[in-house]
Every structure is written in C-alpha cells, then in structure tokens.
C-alpha cells in the first residue's frame, strides 16, 4: 500500500545510521556516493532476522541474528535522500520503518561508544514470503550469490 506524505519533510533527529545492506561501502547504494567525503564512523550488530528481498535485504529487529552493520554521520540531506531510497519520502511504499537504537559502535579510531542511530527496519508485510538468510554480513553473502543489482533506477520489491 503506497500512503502520500505531505510534502513537508522533518528529520527524526538522529546524529547517526546504521546501514546493513546495499548502503554499505561497496554496495550498489554505497552511502559514500550519496555524499562524497563521508567517512564510516565505526561498525555495530544489529540483532534481528535478516530476509532476501531480490538483490537488497530487508532486516525486521525481532529474532536473534547478528547482523554487521556500518556506521555513518547523519544530516537532515543525507537522510532524506535515504528516505527515499528505502521508499519512505515522498511517499511511503510500506516496506520499511526508521526506528531509532541505542547500540556499541566500535569506532574507527579505537573504542566503543553507546550511540543513538538511525536503522531502516523492514516491515513484516514486506518481508512476507522472502527466505531468511542465516549469515552476519550481507554484502559477502549477496556477493557469493553471483546476482547483479539490476540496471537501471533503484526499486525497491514493493514496485516490482
């Protein structure tokens, strides 16, 4: 079901994303090319039952699986163009939701450090019927799968 926001769009607030999938450096949506320069704070796990949706996954928080996760600085610019490439803004497809974690990132200079980030939890009516993947890391899973992210625009399974 695809629900119009209104034309507004406000920030959630958050310093931080924790990115799992094709976001990821070297992914197809590798954050880094949304805006060049960004660097990756540090990695955390996220916990939770990570699904196949095609060729991007979708994470829904309940379950018990780790799942590796990068960490990014986060700006009202930078998560509005994510809203829209998880299908939240301008109009929101369904498919996921931001929920706001408080986790141990292990920074990229040394150290751990409890902070509040932004994760894209895919929703169950989303994932419905998508195999769960029983591995950590995505991205060397999705790799090994040989399939390609398809050409063209971004689209997530809703508008398939």
């Given at each position: 079901m695809v629900t119009e926001k209104s034309s507004s769009w406000l920030p959630c607030g958050a310093a931080w994303v924790a990115v799992y999938g094709t976001l990821r450096a070297g992914g197809v949506n590798d954050v880094a090319r949304l805006r060049p320069g960004l660097a990756r704070v540090g990695s955390t796990v996220l916990t939770g039952t990570l699904h196949d949706l095609g060729w991007y996954p979708g994470l829904?928080?309940?379950?018990t699986q780790p799942v590796q996760a990068e960490v990014y600085a986060l700006d009202s610019a930078l998560e509005q163009q994510l809203d829209r490439i998880e299908g939240l803004w301008p109009e929101d497809v369904g498919e996921y939701a931001k929920r706001l974690l408080t986790l141990p990132v292990a920074l990229a200079?040394?150290?751990t450090q409890e902070m509040p980030v932004l994760v894209y939890e895919a929703l169950p009516p989303a994932v419905r019927g998508?195999?769960?993947i029983a591995v950590s890391d995505w991205l060397a899973w999705f790799a090994q799968t040989g399939r390609g992210a398809p050409g063209g625009a971004f689209q997530l399974r809703s508008h398939m």
């Open positions: 829904c928080l309940a379950g200079q040394g150290g998508a195999p769960v």
